[in-house]
């Protein structure tokens, strides 16, 4: 829509730019690390796969930069992405991409994420962002995370990630996030970069779902 593109536009990132700076960024995780200290061993490949969902081959993909403790991208989350999932990246029309962008003025926020990504490595991630966006206003008071994390974890689960989340392998893998994000200059959250045919506009902030929605459909009908 010309609204969308009025409102959030930017120079064009091409999404080769992301494929650069991930492979110009270090590795996060190799077979010792983890599988030392009988945890499982996980690459930043695996990790990045399991933070993501639908179709590689997609003809859009979202590229989501968020932070958990951050209200508004808890409203994103919540109002906009949720939706998105079950109505374009279920029905292959988009292929959605998280990234872990914590900002230093959330005290919780990098912790959270070791643990979402902790939670990637066993195959978890998906059930640990839900219940870390819908509960943040208990566990960002607090940093109490673990209790809601056992709601969705089973104790062996929840074992392993805490355990996981204190290894370098998933806090440097945050950290790659966060590298890449700053790289694109990326300056508050949440920030998502929508790309379709070699094209790519970065949308700042909360964007309710009937604009995306109609913003994407009507770039999949050009």
């Not at 200059?185 to 506009?201: A, L, S, V, Y």
Request: aromatic share 10%.
């Amino acid at each position: 829509m010309a609204f969308l593109r009025r409102r959030f536009a930017g120079p064009a990132t091409l999404i080769s730019v992301f494929f650069a700076l991930s492979i110009a960024s270090p590795a996060v995780a190799g077979g010792k690390g983890a599988t030392g200290r009988g945890l499982p061993a996980i690459t930043p490949a695996e990790i990045a796969q399991q933070k993501s969902f639908g179709m590689k081959n997609a003809p859009i993909e979202i590229q989501d930069f968020t932070d958990f403790e951050c209200p508004a991208c808890r409203a994103l989350y919540m109002q906009t992405l949720r939706p998105l999932i079950n109505d374009y990246v279920a029905t292959g029309k988009v292929y959605l991409v998280h990234h872990d962008f914590p900002l230093p003025i959330h005290p919780y926020s990098r912790k959270a994420a070791y643990y979402a990504d902790a939670a990637a490595a066993i195959g978890r991630f998906e059930a640990v962002e839900r219940v870390l966006f819908t509960t943040q206003p208990t566990w960002a008071a607090t940093g109490k995370i673990t209790p809601e994390l056992a709601t969705v974890l089973s104790p062996e689960q929840l074992k392993q990630v805490e355990e996981l989340a204190r290894t370098p392998e998933i806090q440097n893998a945050v950290q790659q996030d966060v590298d890449l994000g700053q790289r694109l200059n990326i300056r508050e959250t949440p920030t998502i970069f929508i790309t379709h045919d070699g094209k790519t506009f970065p949308v700042i902030g909360v964007v309710q779902y009937p604009i995306l929605r109609r913003y994407l459909n009507d770039i999949l009908r050009k």
